[in-house]
Structure formats: C-alpha cells, structure tokens
C-alpha cells in the first residue's frame, strides 16, 4: 500500500514497552511495517509560538500535498505518449546518504528511510524560521509550475486547435493539406474552380451532370482529389458569372459546393504555423519534464519534512517538555487491516487519554476544549501520509 501512518508516543519507559507491544502484535498479525521515524531535537521556544506554529504547519501541509499532486498530474499531461512511464518520473532523491545522494528512489522508500537534511533545513535555526523557509521553497515552485505549464499548454492548445482542423470530415476540415496548386485555375479573369462534396453512391451521377448542372462548366475539368468515409471532393472550373447558378442546381442533385479560395499564402502561413508549434512543443518538453521531475522531487522531499515538523510540534504540545518522545512510521499492509491496526493502536495507547480512547468507540463523548472532530483525534499523536498522488 502507498498509505503510511506517522505516530509518535512519548518516550518514557512505559510507552517505550508500549510501542514494542504494538510492534509485536502488528508483526504477529501481519497488519503493518513499522520503522523508527527520526526527528532532530529543534529549539522549541514558547509553547504558545507553537500552538501558532501548529496551525500554520496544518495548512503547509495541505498546501504542500495539493503541489505534488499537480506536479503529478501535469508530468502525466507532458508525458502524454508514455504515460506508463509516468511513475519512473515521480521519485526523490536518494537521501543523505553520501552513496546515495544522487540516486533517485521510489517514494515510499524516501519515507522509510527518511532522514531530516540538516544543510537545507538546519535544526539550529528557531522552528519558526524552519517553516518558513519550506513555505518559501514551495511558494517559489508553485510560482514556476504555473508560468512553465500555462506557456506549454497554451502552445499544447494551439497545436490541438490545428490538428482538430485536420480531422474533420470535408465539409468541416482544412483543406490547406489536401489541396494543391495544380488542382485549381488561378488568376483567371473569367474562370474559376470549385470544390464539391460528392457522397460516395452518387459519383457516377455526378460524372454524368456536373456538364450540364449550368451553363458554361468546362468540359472534363472534374477531378477527385480526396475522399472520406461518406464522400470524396472534386473540382469542377467553369465561368465566375455562373457561379450562383451551379451552387444552386448543385445543391438540389445533393452535391455540396465547399466555400474555399485557394490562397497560396494563407496555405503556406498554416503549414508554417502547424511545423512551428510541432518544433516548439519539441523544444519545451524536454527542459520542462526536466524540471517537473527535480522539483516534483523537492517539492515532496519538503513535504515529508513538514510531516515530521508537524509530529515534532505536536508531540511537544501534547506530552509536554521536556522533549521526549518516539516517533514511528506505520505501513499498513492492506486496506482491509487499517481497521484492526486502528483498534491495536487505540488498546496499546488507551492510557494516553482515556477520554479520547473512548470517545473513538463511542462518537457521542465530546472531548473538553477540542475542536477536531473525535474521528481526527487519537491518544497518540497521529499523521496520515498518501502516496496515491495520481487517484
């Protein structure tokens, strides 16, 4: 499963043997895999600067995932032809790790061996400078992926309004691919060529009357220069003053004359236009699925340090100072345990909070001067963490 659960309990004696109940019973019951999710000693400062922090992590959080997810989602729409090499395109980087460094790793790997990097976010520092250097970081990505998407799919738009064109049946698409010089009379003072849609059951008919459809048709001057699947396009030269007249007998026989000018320059400007922006697309795709993948990689190695910020923060409010707790990382091994290995969780942790333990069980008991809903409260500290970022 790509679910993990991030916990944490603090770290006396007493829970210390409760985590390694939990981590027998779920080992026994094959509900989950557990590893030791390790988290720097930050400078707390007040507990109030963190009830403050608490809140503006929440939401970093929030924005953080809904990041990743569009960089997913837009390296999907860049990978358009491939898109079964979409995965092999949303990795991080392998981690500290001196070796591993500029290896790229799947994601649930990146959170199991997670390491906090003490060079781009230095525990040193105060935790509210920590925060803000991450929010920072995914502003500036936010920023980029909008310019670089919007330039490219504006580009991606024009090309497919072009091949649209194209992909019409005759009466609708362009002829611009189709047509070529030596199918028309041009600059003629008195004669012209048209075009017209002839369905497939009546070719013969019209080789037996486009002649006489009106007066002064050139003789033998059709000629069939496309067809689709209900029809094919002719031409037909005759003298510009009957032009009206041939368009409406035309129409009584079912035969469509298409209004189209041969312009050689305008052919040539669309021809031109439809190479361009094929080069152009060429030219951006490759820098900008470059780009998606190394900050798609940033963007959620920062959101995973957000997580253990926010199990930091928590942990801190919620068993109190000094700092000391253990924090955990759970995977689920299907679906169907979460239940169980909720209820394991819940039995192990319970005197935490009895209240809390309770009220889990039985919905109805409110919790005094907590506004999460119960269902988001446990008696440990407790962070979901989704890698399904294309669901």
């Given at each position: 499963m790509s679910e993990f659960w991030l916990i944490s309990a603090p770290g006396d004696q007493e829970n210390l043997q409760a985590l390694e109940r939990m981590n027998t019973v779920t080992a026994k019951s094959n509900l989950s895999y557990n590893t030791k999710f390790s988290i720097p000693d930050f400078k707390v400062g007040t507990l109030d600067s963190l009830v403050g922090l608490s809140d503006e992590l929440g939401k970093l959080d929030t924005f953080a995932e809904s990041l990743i997810k569009k960089m997913a989602q837009s390296v999907v729409e860049v990978m358009e032809d491939a898109k079964g090499k979409v995965p092999e395109n949303l990795l991080a980087n392998g981690g500290l790790k001196e070796k591993m460094k500029y290896l790229k790793i799947d994601l649930p790997s990146f959170v199991t061996h997670f390491e906090w990097d003490m060079a781009k976010y230095p525990a040193k520092q105060p935790l509210v400078s920590v925060v803000d250097t991450l929010a920072k970081q995914l502003a500036q990505i936010e920023t980029d992926l909008k310019s670089r998407t919007a330039a490219y799919n504006t580009l991606?738009?024009?090309?497919?309004?072009?091949?649209?064109?194209?992909?019409?049946?005759?009466?609708?698409?362009t002829l611009s691919d189709i047509v070529s010089k030596e199918d028309f009379v041009l600059g003629s003072e008195y004669l012209v060529t048209l075009l017209v849609i002839v369905p497939k059951p009546s070719y013969a008919q019209w080789q037996k009357?486009?002649?006489?459809?009106?007066?002064?048709?050139?003789?033998?001057?059709t000629k069939l220069i496309a067809e689709d699947n209900e029809g094919g396009l002719f031409t037909v030269t005759l003298f510009r003053k009957v032009i009206e007249?041939?368009?409406t007998k035309a129409k009584e026989n079912k035969f469509t004359v298409r209004e189209f000018y041969y312009d050689e320059k305008e052919i040539k400007r669309e021809r031109e236009e439809m190479s361009r922006l094929l080069s152009d697309k060429k030219q951006q795709y490759g820098p900008l699925l470059r780009w998606l993948k190394v900050n798609f990689s940033e963007a959620f190695i920062a959101w995973i340090h957000i997580k253990a910020l926010r199990v930091f923060v928590e942990s801190v409010l919620r068993y109190g100072l000094p700092v000391n707790f253990q924090a955990v990382l759970l995977q689920p091994h299907k679906k169907s345990s979460t239940k169980r290995l909720r209820e394991v969780l819940n039995s192990v942790f319970r005197h935490l909070d009895q209240v809390a333990a309770a009220s889990i069980l039985d919905a109805s008991v409110e919790i005094p001067g907590l506004q999460l809903s119960t269902q988001d409260y446990f008696p440990y500290v407790y962070f979901h963490i989704d890698l399904s970022l294309l669901d």
């Open positions: 991606k738009t024009n090309l497919e309004n072009l091949e649209k064109k194209s992909m019409g049946n005759l009466l609708t698409r009357t486009y002649e006489s459809l009106s007066d002064m048709v050139v003789p033998r001057s007249d041939f368009k």
